[in-house]
């Protein structure tokens, strides 16, 4: 089963710790899953939409598009 997310989904610290070499945390996930992902990897706490992350620093190119 799929989610949809409000804004769009990104990856978490624990995706970060699990798969450091493809997962940063606060990045948006694969292009194909951005929108709607597996809800495995929510309740994984791989993923979480981006309007419930805090970014500090240099704007992100997602949030002009």
């Not at 993923?47 to 997602?62: M, N, P, R, T, Y």
């Amino acid at each position: 089963m799929k989610v949809k997310a409000q804004s769009y989904w990104v990856w978490t610290a624990k995706a970060q710790e699990k798969n450091p070499k493809y997962s940063r945390a606060g990045d948006p996930i694969w292009p194909d899953y951005k929108h709607e992902a597996p809800s495995e990897w929510v309740e994984q706490g791989l993923i979480c939409d981006a309007s419930e992350v805090e970014k500090e620093g240099q704007a992100d190119l997602f949030e002009y598009i």
